[in-house]
């Protein structure tokens, strides 16, 4: 009796100690609302990836891009996803920061207008009011740098004003109290959702740039190296899953983060409209949006044109090479998966 009693105490202990190895890892998540597009951490989050490689992950939203670069810079977060040009604003100033895997290899931003709307192409906004989810956020820079690209002056020809997420969105155009948008795919996807119908403008000039990656300083990088792989690994798994079964990936985000599941609609209807939603982030996703050839790759050509972009429309005061803001130094370590087995295991996913 009493050696099973300490055989059981000692089973308890090392559960313990195993729950105390798991490192909680704080993810910044640049905007509000969680939305499908954060399938990936809860299929890497279901399916043990992370607690296997001795983390929890934890999001922390947050209004925009430059707040979740700023958390990273003062290490309230460890890590976060945001658009890059933040990055390229502050790493002049002395901070750190690297992406070192782009989650979104293809850009997410870009203008849309209500699909009834006069408004045809950028020419058509001035004087206009461009709605973006916070002022944090990285819709601010795009529709400053597109308004000059475009020879308007974006302190006086466009007037960039906080037109909130989804429904809120949705309820001002509707409204005419803004008469763009300068979001991204999902917010898009979600407006949607919410009853405005929408219509991207053109915007080849900004089409072929990288839209967000994980960032983290570059201490970080160093000193918690295996850390930053199984994230990004994690995370590229729960993609692969995502984009081969989407039905699948929104039950297992309902489950792991169930805020996320829409109140007020039939099981149907939100299964729909999540799966929109993903889907329009999986086009971001992909590899072949970029001729990216492994998960989380950093184009470093791509990253210098954009930064060109941003230095001749104002955004940038000074060249940032593509270097200072990008390493591919844990892609190799981080694509230490078959995906082709993640596709099986989604494929047949029954829940």
Not at 19 to 48: D, E, F, H, L, N
Not at 254 to 265: D, I, L, M, R, S
Not at 273 to 293: I, N, Y
Request: hydrophobic share 45%; with cysteine; proline share 4%.
């Amino acid at each position: 009796m009493k050696r099973t009693i300490i055989l059981a105490s000692a089973i308890l202990l090392a559960g313990v100690a195993g729950a105390a190895a798991q490192t909680t890892v704080r993810v910044a998540w640049c905007a509000r609302t969680v939305s499908s597009a954060a399938a990936p951490y809860a299929i890497a989050t279901k399916m043990g990836w992370f607690k296997d490689a001795g983390i929890k992950v934890e999001l922390i939203p947050m209004p925009g891009s430059t707040d979740c670069v700023k958390a990273v810079a003062t290490k309230d977060v460890g890590y976060g996803v945001p658009s890059i040009e933040p990055v390229a604003i502050i790493r002049p100033q002395g901070v750190k920061i690297k992406n070192f895997y782009t989650a979104y290899q293809a850009n997410i931003y870009g203008i849309a207008v209500p699909d009834d709307s006069p408004i045809k192409t950028f020419a058509d906004l001035k004087g206009k009011k461009i709605g973006v989810t916070s002022m944090a956020s990285a819709g601010v820079i795009v529709a400053r740098a597109l308004a000059t690209a475009n020879g308007f002056n974006p302190d006086k020809d466009v007037s960039i004003v906080v037109a909130g997420e989804a429904a809120q969105t949705a309820a001002l155009l509707r409204s005419h109290q803004v008469d763009a948008l300068s979001q991204f795919d999902t917010q898009y996807a979600l407006t949607e959702n919410a009853g405005a119908k929408l219509r991207l403008l053109d915007t080849k000039d900004i089409a072929r740039f990288p839209s967000n990656g994980f960032i983290a300083l570059e201490e970080t990088l160093t000193n918690k190296r295996a850390e930053a792989v199984a994230l990004a690994q994690g995370y590229a798994k729960g993609t692969v899953f995502a984009i081969a079964n989407p039905e699948a990936a929104i039950r297992i985000l309902w489950e792991v983060f169930p805020q996320t599941k829409a109140t007020g609609k039939t099981e149907a209807d939100a299964m729909r409209d999540d799966v929109k939603t993903l889907e329009a982030r999986a086009k971001s996703w992909r590899l072949e949006s970029v001729g990216a050839k492994k998960w989380g790759e950093n184009l470093v050509e791509n990253y210098d044109a954009y930064a060109d972009f941003l230095l001749k429309n104002g955004v940038l005061k000074e060249k940032v090479p593509g270097t200072d803001l990008v390493t591919n130094e844990l892609i190799d370590d981080i694509n230490k998966f078959d995906p082709a087995e993640i596709e099986k295991l989604a494929k047949g996913w029954k829940g």
